[in-house]
């Protein structure tokens, strides 16, 4: 099974700060990686598929890139609405999650 | 729109046995893929299973042998039967619509509000 690792596990960072969380798959996924938004109480929201493309309706200031086993989700300007937990899958074989990274308020 | 709905969750006695249901509109399940995720309280998302539109199965190894996944097209809705089940089956069980055939790696885009389940005695 492919095992995926985030890190970090949590941040803190101000409203205006650029945020970059890594993921890192255990062998190679190709682009079949996926990131996700989950606020407390609620389904999670898909943000970045395939690596580096965004999802409809989704702010630009959030973006990905990397291909094989190293990926990054970076968000350009911190908005208050982002602090949540973030969440990297991949779906290359069967479908695995990281183990999230919240980005709480500084 | 587009949607999914959960539904079936409940308190269970470990051993016992719960199906959860999936009923999507929209769009029609029988030509996606859709997922099982689930999220054990203050844990984080865990996959569970998935349903291609051929009927390829496939499932966690904290599942298999336990769980089936299956589709009634007619529905448009998707279960999840859960047998021998424990307290780590505890969670929040949701459904996602996760690609199809030919869509390349598209992610779980639509999801449900989550059905929660509960294994105690």
């Known amino acids: 099974d492919i095992q995926m690792t985030q890190s970090p596990s949590s941040l803190s960072a101000s409203v205006g700060d650029s945020v970059t969380i890594t993921c890192r798959a255990s062998?190679?996924?190709?682009?079949?990686l996926h990131w996700y938004q989950q606020k407390p109480g609620k389904a999670p929201k898909l943000l970045i598929y395939?690596?580096?493309s965004l999802q409809s309706g989704v702010p630009s200031r959030f973006s990905g890139s990397g291909s094989g086993t190293d990926f990054t989700l970076t968000i350009s300007s911190l908005q208050p609405e982002d602090f949540a937990t973030y969440y990297c899958?991949?779906?290359?074989?069967?479908?695995?999650f990281g183990q999230g990274t919240k980005v709480e308020i500084k | 729109e587009v949607k999914l709905v959960e539904s079936g969750g409940g308190l269970v006695q470990p051993g016992g046995s719960l199906r959860l249901s999936c009923a999507a509109s929209?769009?029609?399940?029988?030509?996606?893929?859709v997922s099982w995720v689930r999220q054990a309280p203050g844990k984080g998302l865990e996959w569970v299973s998935v349903?291609?539109?051929?009927?390829?199965?496939f499932y966690a190894d904290s599942v298999k042998g336990r769980v089936t996944i299956s589709r009634d097209n007619l529905k448009n809705t998707l279960y999840l039967q859960m047998n021998s089940l424990r307290a780590e089956d505890t969670a929040v069980y949701y459904c996602?619509?996760?690609?199809?055939?030919?869509?390349?790696?598209?992610?779980?885009?639509?999801w449900g509000q989550g059905t929660t389940v509960t294994v105690s005695s």
């Open positions: 996602a619509r996760d690609g199809y055939y030919g869509s390349g790696p598209r992610g779980m885009d639509v």
């Open positions: 929209g769009f029609t399940v029988s030509s996606n893929f």
């Open positions: 349903i291609y539109s051929d009927d390829t199965t």
């Open positions: 062998q190679s996924v190709s682009s079949y």
């Open positions: 395939a690596a580096s």
């Open positions: 899958q991949q779906s290359y074989s069967t479908r695995t």
